[in-house]
């Protein structure tokens, strides 16, 4: 190996963090052909998990630093939301009980690679969506040797309730929301502003109104889309007039 070829391969492994996913993409954007990244496996710099993946030896790569590799390496929009950021990063978990799989979002039109798709499909769960804009609700969060992007607690919120009734309760949901104490209510309302599910800007106004949150009060719902027509958050359940919803009674659990 030259001692050019040796030096790409040095500021690679000093650069990427540890225990990340290293794409055959990112390494051709660096100037390292498929040639030499076979060359590099070949001579153990490398090692491949899957076909347009590798690892450095001597290292794991569980969810969290694939998802690093999603986002920083190939500028994607996973991150992990809903369920699992209010119970992993926020501690906001009561006692609903829901598929121990990460929740991952991801703006609709995105895909996953093939080795993202095979290496954890019994850990994930993912949902593109376009009910919420890309770039905001988001922030950094640091895991050890690298950083991911997750929701932000309020975004985590909406895309919980973006999941009702199919993977959540509005039982469930109702238990949640009554657990939110502490929130920015300029971050619901931005994010309130700019989501397009009806459905989920009626749930949410209709469990913190209930709920009777302080930072309820401090919303300004004529800047929120509220839409027309009834919406059925449960099936049978009772007509509210107010947000124009079909839900059970929740205050009976």
């Known amino acids: 190996m030259s001692t050019v070829n040796q030096s790409k391969l040095k500021k690679l492994l000093f650069n990427l963090p540890k225990n990340t996913i290293i794409t055959s993409k990112y390494l051709s954007s ?29 290292e794991t790569c569980n969810v969290n630093g694939a998802l690093n590799t999603l986002q920083y390496q190939l500028g994607l929009s996973f991150h992990i939301g809903g369920l699992s950021a209010l119970n992993n990063f926020y501690g906001i978990a ?15 039109g995105e895909k996953a690679p093939k080795w993202f798709k095979s290496l954890y499909e019994n850990e994930v769960e993912i949902y593109t969506t376009t009910f919420l804009p ?11 040797s690298f950083n991911i992007r997750i929701s932000t607690l309020e975004r985590a919120v909406l895309e919980m309730l973006y999941l009702v009734p199919d993977k959540i309760t509005a039982n469930e949901a109702y238990q949640i929301v009554e657990l939110l104490t502490t929130v920015k209510p300029k971050e619901f309302q931005k994010l309130l ?3 397009s599910s009806i459905k989920v800007n009626r749930l949410f106004l209709y469990l913190a109104d209930t709920i009777s949150h302080p930072w309820f009060k401090k919303l300004d719902i004529s800047k929120i889309k509220l839409g027309t027509g009834v919406r059925e958050i449960t099936s049978g359940g009772k007509y509210n007039a107010k947000y124009n919803i079909i839900i059970g009674d929740i205050e009976e659990i």
């Open 30 to 58: 660096i100037g390292i052909s498929y040639d030499l990244q076979k060359r590099y496996e070949q001579n153990g710099w490398l090692k491949r998990i899957y076909m347009g993946a590798y690892i450095k030896p001597n």
């Open 94 to 108: 009561h006692n609903v009980s829901f598929n121990k799989k990460q929740q991952i979002f991801a703006y609709r």
């Open 134 to 144: 890309k770039d905001i609700g988001i922030i950094e969060q640091n895991i050890g």
């Open 193 to 195: 502003e700019n989501c």
